[in-house]
């Protein structure tokens, strides 16, 4: 499978080189063009390494690093800037971010840079991969359903189905606090890591909700248990709270 890149710079004309760049080396690249856009997308899809420009309007490179942190801390970041200085260097490393390249940086370095980054990812996740799950990083269901969540996986016999970083966190935070009554607001804080009002956390949640359950929806021990509370938010009903509506039909 090729690896995801993202792309974010407010220069067309950056952002399409470097997009051609990489997309010559056969990565499968996406481009947006500033920070909050990339933020939407990475709560979406999965991503495996970030090219990001540190100076842009709205939401800066290190904006974007802080929430990439929360929502997908698996993602690699490759920060490019024009206006290069020891602190915002600095800043950038103690944020977790990979490499920090001055723009223009040539091909050469910014493919070396990627695949430094892609080879560290994947040598996390395949350490990650080769120890034995911690009880709060794997669950199964009383009909066998495995969920994996280090790595992000719903599994049943033959089965099996990805989840972004936003759909995994949900799911973790509802599997972890099971029959308790969260807030639309308070599962915003949670999953994504920022305070919004409550009418936001509505706009921001039904859709992550709504893909979560879509995807769940082969795997009724997970999806039959996300119940709406109306008016509040969701709750993450207990096993044999289902179970028990069920008979009592």
Known sequence: MKPNILVVDDEPIA???LSDILRLEGYHVTAVANGEAAVDHVRKYSV?????????????????????SQVSPDTEIVLLTAYGSMESAVEALRQRVHDYLLKPASPTQILESVKRGLSRREAK?????????TEMEYF?????????????LVIKGQKTETLTPAEGHLLKVFLENTAKVFSHRELVLLVQGYDVSQ?????????????LRHK??????????IVS?????????????????????
């Open 125 to 133: 996740m395949t350490q990650h991969g080769q120890s034995a799950p």
């Open 229 to 249: 509370v109306r008016g509040t938010g969701y709750v993450f009903e207990p096993e044999s709270a289902k179970k028990g509506k069920k008979e009592s039909k």
């Open 15 to 17: 952002r399409q080189s």
């Open 140 to 152: 199964r269901t009383e009909d066998g359903t495995e969920v994996d969540l280090m790595r992000r």
């Open 216 to 225: 769940l929806s082969a795997y009724p021990q997970l999806y039959n248990r």
């Open 199 to 211: 009418r936001e956390a509505q706009e921001i949640l039904r859709p992550l909700v709504s893909r």
């Open 48 to 68: 495996d390494l970030m090219v990001l420009d540190l100076k842009m309007p709205g939401m800066n490179g290190l904006d974007v690093v802080q929430v990439a």
